[in-house]
């Protein structure tokens, strides 16, 4: 049979596509068979919500520029992995110098990321890949502390840590805030007072109030609670609708008993300038937190 000149180009082609495919795979960039800069964003966005929640290590990103570090992370990624990216950071060693990172910290750093990665369904080979990017770092980020301080560090850590770093921080509590006021939007006892509400700056106050209350390095810069509610006639129902609220999105961000239990301590002593009802009728204002 005779081949004509047509069919043998064709064939040609056919060939070396064939064997494009076969190695194709083994010259890709890491970084291109992650996905590229999106796939690693979005894999580093999940990653630090996961650490957010850790209590293994939240602590150590209480004071964190969240929005930074995310963006660091990305550049150091990228670049690793063969990115077109530079990593404008300071070098690991130098980052986490003096901090106490232990192998325990380390370990449940990388149990995030893998969750994060099997979450986007990232291939086994393309994991241990950047797992072993990881690797080399541990040397730098695990800096042994000196004898007395680790041994203080060991039995007074969990009880020095401020609410707010065990809470996971600002991102956790902003996360806890948002579902928060879901909660209370959908409430139909209690959803009449904030009618007129500018539920961003709501949000913005209470994240504050979270925060400054429980330890962390935040001012809350909204009214008194009693110059807040006062002439709303919020009644005790109100408020212990408000709370059952606020424990409904703690149990769904998993919040441990203990801090549930100092959060709520906060708000206690808040009862008495929140609740001035002198009358059975809701007041229709700008919110039960109008600040």
Same mark, same amino acid.
């Given at each position: ?5 047509? /069919? ?5 082609? /056919? ?46 990103? /209480? ?14 990624? $990228?670049?690793?992995? @063969? ?32 969750? =994060? ?20 770092? !541990? &040397? ?14 060991? =039995? ?12 996971? @921080? !600002? ?31 709501? &949000? ?6 979270? $925060? ?35 424990? &409904? ?22 009862? &008495?300038?929140?609740?001035? /009802? ?14």
């Amino acid at each position: 049979m005779r081949l004509t000149r047509s /069919a043998v180009v064709l064939l040609a082609l /056919a060939v070396t596509a064939t064997a494009v495919t076969a190695v194709h795979a083994h010259d890709r960039s890491l970084y291109s068979r992650l996905g590229g800069r999106p796939a690693i964003t979005a894999v580093v966005e999940d990653f630090v919500g996961n650490v957010a929640r850790d209590n293994r290590i939240n602590g150590f990103f /209480a004071n964190a520029d969240i929005a930074r570090l995310k963006r660091l992370l990305v550049q150091q990624i $990228c670049a690793g992995a @063969g990115g077109p990216c530079t990593y404008e950071g300071r070098s690991m060693r130098e980052a986490h110098r003096g901090m106490g990172v232990g192998d325990r910290h380390f370990k449940a750093l990388v149990d995030d990321l893998i969750k =994060s990665l099997n979450k986007f369904n990232v291939p086994q080979r393309e994991q241990r890949e950047l797992l072993g990017l990881l690797g080399p770092m !541990r &040397k730098d980020v695990v800096q042994p502390q000196p004898k007395a301080r680790a041994a203080h560090a060991s =039995s007074t850590s969990t009880q020095e840590r401020s609410l707010y770093a065990r809470l996971g @921080g !600002r991102p956790a509590i902003t996360a806890v805030v948002d579902d928060f006021v879901a909660n209370v939007a959908a409430d139909k006892r209690i959803n009449g007072f904030f009618g007129n509400t500018d539920i961003p700056r709501l &949000k913005r106050l209470l994240v504050q109030q979270i $925060c400054a209350g429980s330890g962390g390095p935040c001012t809350y810069e909204g009214r008194s609670m009693r110059e807040t509610h006062r002439g709303l006639d919020v009644r005790n129902q109100d408020f212990d609708a408000l709370v059952q609220d606020l424990v &409904k999105s703690l149990n769904k961000l998993n919040v441990p008993e203990r801090e549930q239990g100092e959060l709520l301590g906060l708000l206690g002593p808040m009862r &008495k300038d929140v609740v001035q /009802a002198k009358g059975a009728v809701h007041g229709q204002a700008e919110g039960m937190t109008r600040n």
